[in-house]
């Protein structure tokens, strides 16, 4: 996939996280429950996950859910919990400053995660101005929850 396209993509599934999970607090509002919206949520996921699969899915990866380590899986657990804790937080301290902390926080836990090259990512090792940057981010983010 060329460049371009990858950074379009990228940027594209940053709006997209600005609007759904402020959604999925609306959701929650309506529903009066912010654990029943998590699961509306995830039901409609798997729904599509099947829909995507079932047009370009490859069914001999189906084949290969055993070769993944048990940790892994774990990933589901983190993904309800960030949506359950974004639908209880954009109502009570708004949608900025839940993506500004947000951003600030996925920021310096990529630092540490690139710098030791966990999870099978590249190796990105720290740099002044690689902590410059993020130190200006994260003082942007206090600066603006002032």
């Known amino acids: 996939m060329p460049p371009i396209v990858i950074t379009l993509l990228s940027l594209l599934v940053g709006a997209l996280l600005s609007i ?19 699961i509306t949520f995830f039901l409609m996921a798997l729904a599509t996950s099947i829909v995507l699969f079932a047009v370009w899915g490859d069914p001999a990866s189906l084949a290969r859910l055993r070769s993944v380590p048990s940790y892994l899986y774990l990933t589901g657990f983190v993904s309800a919990f960030i949506v359950l804790a974004t639908t209880y937080l954009i ?7 839940f993506f500004i902390l947000t951003v600030s926080g996925q920021i310096l836990t990529a630092l540490v995660v690139g710098h030791f090259g966990l999870l099978a990512t590249p190796v990105d090792p720290l740099s002044a101005k690689k902590l410059v ?12 929850t002032l």
């Open 91 to 97: 109502p009570r301290i708004g949608v900025r400053q």
């Open 20 to 38: 759904y999970l402020p959604m999925n607090s609306m959701v929650s509002r309506h529903l009066g429950s912010a654990i029943t919206a998590n």
């Open 133 to 144: 940057g993020a130190a200006l981010v994260v003082l942007g983010a206090v600066f603006s």
